[in-house]
């Protein structure tokens, strides 16, 4: 069974901190995507990553950045959080060329 | 660009049927699939329908395909209060593996 976890289900953070948001999958994954979600706007691709140390831009990346020093892992970094990234974020992987992604079970991030 | 259109609502009761529909662009897209996101949990791939395909049935579960008008649809059947969640629609980027999801379908089923 694929696994990807998340390091945090709930977080609190304020204006301005640095966050950090792990995500981990266990199914040796080229790909690795981080995701935003909010009501009404659906999923919005923030940034994703098809091999390590690469990176690509999703939708959205402005006030965000990620690393990826190991296959396995995927991180998303917020350099100075502000109110309006209070959101739930998802990490989800996949095979290089495959259909389905497999997604962890989400962070809800609150900046105030 | 691509774009999945969606309903963002759907109130059925508890053994009806439910029908969930989206609208896509991508015409070139090999393959559609449905996500279903339960309270508190990610993301997971509930079906999918290879564009060649009009209609794929699993258990309750029935996919419509209308290739000519970009239509794509979701049923189940006997509705259960465990089918309570969002739903959402997807189609691969540009034919890339990244898929575009809709904005997600609430399923909400009372008694």
């Known amino acids: 069974d694929v696994k990807v976890t998340q390091s945090s289900r709930y977080l609190v953070k304020r204006t301005g901190e640095k966050v950090f948001l792990e995500c981990v999958q266990d199914m040796d994954h080229e790909n690795m995507f981080w995701y935003r979600q909010d009501p009404g706007l659906g999923l919005r691709l923030i940034y994703f990553s098809y091999d390590v140390k690469m990176k690509e831009k999703g939708d959205i990346p402005e006030g965000y950045s990620v690393s990826r020093e190991k296959k396995e892992r995927f991180s998303l970094i917020l350099e100075s959080a502000s109110t309006n990234q209070t959101s739930m974020y998802l990490c989800a992987s996949s095979p290089r060329t495959g259909v389905e992604q497999y997604f962890g079970p989400g962070t809800r991030l609150t900046v105030t | 660009g691509e774009d999945v259109e969606q309903s963002l609502f759907l109130s059925v009761r508890e053994g009806d049927s439910s029908v969930i529909n989206c609208t896509y662009t991508d015409s070139s897209s090999t393959y559609l699939y449905w996500y279903k996101q339960e309270p508190g949990a990610g993301l997971q791939l509930l079906t999918y329908?290879?564009?060649?395909?009009d209609m794929k049935q699993d258990q309750r579960l029935t996919v419509l395909l209308n290739k000519k008008d970009k239509h794509l649809s979701l049923r189940i059947a006997d509705t259960q209060t465990g089918d309570s969640a969002i739903y959402f629609c997807a189609e691969p980027s540009g034919g890339s593996y990244i898929p575009t999801f809709g904005r997600g379908t609430s399923l909400i089923v009372h008694p």
């Open positions: 329908i290879f564009s060649n395909m």
